[in-house]
């Protein structure tokens, strides 16, 4: 039988009235409502793209003209994250006995981008997004600098750091923030590369090329492989949003992310419209001949297209391209970002003042209407639907399908592998029970 958070006509309301906020309105009870929504709708579309029938979100964002619309906002909760949150969180007047809105505004950058990932796969999405393309191209070039900029993967997984002076509250939003941002930066690499797919404007090619270079980014994402990662002795990878243990026999096994970087730089380097536009000068040329150190057997084996790509840099090696062509064109450029930026320039700090005041300190009727919205948005049967694949064991890697009954967080194979695997998720486990108790907490407290 086939889950369903919302019904089309549910989903087509919904849609109907995305809107766009002001910073100052970011968190307020109107854009909480519409936060709620999206959040639906990202279920809701995970769901019809599994089935791979019936895409009715995405059918319903692109006839109503709404996806530059998830690009505003997703963009404006990222300004809001870098502008205004560091200011609230410094403010001496602010404690908040619940810290659950303060998570979902910050939460809200991790939605829709897991949104844009699901349907951008699909051309008519990226037309449809019409000029704000450009601006999620230098978005997704944000989010990858910062994963180039990663410490190495044989450290621990992505923590936040807070500040020692806030409260303990106020500590764990700053962690969770930092951390999350880890989960948007790889879903950005899904985004661009399903922009490298379907895009035909100069202006976007030109952006990616000219303006941000991508291709040398890409390969430095290559190298860097901020996905995977040495541990313990034993090889893991960042896979369906958690640390895995990858069995010593699917080692050299391409992860999603992997493949995703790669295609995007066959799109970028091999379509005739990139070509004409990449500049392939002394540095860029080197850069790009990183990549054959990279290209085994096993690589292309799994992503045949890329003997294509293994040709093209082996001519690359005996040869110089030639510079592109100047030509005179009317190039766009990106708006929302800088529009918002010179909206509130100067007005940061008494934007947090006032959501201090008006926003994140809830009465008690309001704290109950949110925790019932919560309950009934993360509910556990449509989670488990949303997972893209079966649970692997947290010891040998293998498929799972029985889940530590403390923590409810990681799954075995067996008991043997459960308590073999105990001495290292003890500690995990202990703090995942903590987190769940202090959640249930706020979600009932004074409700």
């Not at 989903?11 to 809107?19: D, K, T, V």
């Not at 003209?65 to 200011?87: D, Q, R, S, T, Y």
């Not at 976007?204 to 390969?219: E, F, G, Q, Y």
Request: proline share 4%; glycine share 4%; aromatic share 8%.
């Amino acid at each position: 039988m086939d889950s369903s958070v919302i019904l089309p006509v549910e989903a087509e309301g919904f849609i109907q009235s995305l809107e766009t906020f002001p910073l100052k309105e970011v968190g307020s009870e109107r854009w909480f409502r519409q936060h709620t929504h999206i959040e639906k709708l990202n279920m809701q579309a995970i769901l019809n793209a599994s089935a791979m029938h019936d895409e009715f979100v995405k059918d319903l964002l692109v006839l109503y003209g709404k996806i530059p619309i998830l690009v505003h906002e997703m963009i404006l909760v990222e300004v809001w994250k870098h502008k205004v949150f560091p200011i609230l969180c410094q403010l001496e007047d602010f404690n908040p006995k619940n810290t659950f809105h303060l998570y979902m505004v910050i939460h809200h950058e991790a939605t829709i981008i897991n949104l844009l990932e699901t349907i951008m796969y699909h051309k008519d999405s990226c037309e449809a997004a019409e000029d704000s393309v450009l601006d999620l191209v230098d978005y997704c070039h944000r989010k990858l600098a910062l994963l180039v900029g990663k410490a190495a993967p044989d450290q621990q997984e992505p923590e936040g750091k807070a500040d020692a002076s806030l409260t303990d509250s106020m500590k764990d939003v700053q962690v969770q923030s930092a951390a999350e941002e880890f989960e948007i930066a790889l879903k950005a690499v899904s985004v661009l590369r399903f922009i490298t797919d379907h895009t035909e404007s100069v202006s976007v090619i030109n952006r990616m090329l000219c303006t941000h270079n991508m291709p040398c980014v890409l390969v430095q994402l290559i190298g860097r492989c901020p996905w995977s990662r040495c541990k313990d002795g034993e090889v893991e990878k960042y896979v369906n949003g958690r640390w895995q243990r990858i069995p010593v026999e699917d080692h050299l096994k391409m992860t999603k992310l992997d493949g995703q970087v790669w295609i995007s730089l066959y799109n970028l380097l091999l379509k005739e419209d990139c070509q004409r536009k990449y500049d392939f000068n002394n540095f860029n040329k080197n850069q790009l001949l990183k990549l054959r150190g990279f290209m085994t057997e096993v690589l292309i084996d799994q992503l045949p297209n890329l003997a294509e790509l293994q040709v093209f840099l082996a001519h690359l090696t005996v040869t110089d391209p030639a510079p592109p062509k100047k030509e005179l064109i009317l190039e766009q450029i990106p708006e929302i970002r800088d529009h918002i930026v010179r909206q509130n320039s100067g007005k940061w700090k008494a934007i947090a003042k006032y959501q201090v005041k008006e926003t994140f300190s809830p009465s008690e009727s309001d704290l109950k209407l949110q925790a019932e919205r919560l309950n009934q948005l993360y509910n556990l049967d449509v989670m488990e639907s949303l997972l893209p694949e079966k649970p692997k064991c947290g010891s040998c890697g293998k498929e799972a399908a029985k889940r530590c009954s403390r923590c409810q967080g990681e799954w075995y194979c067996d008991r043997e592998c459960q308590v073999k695997h105990w001495s290292k998720h003890k500690s995990a486990c202990q703090m995942m029970v903590e987190v769940s108790e202090k959640i249930q907490k706020d979600l009932h407290v004074n409700s």
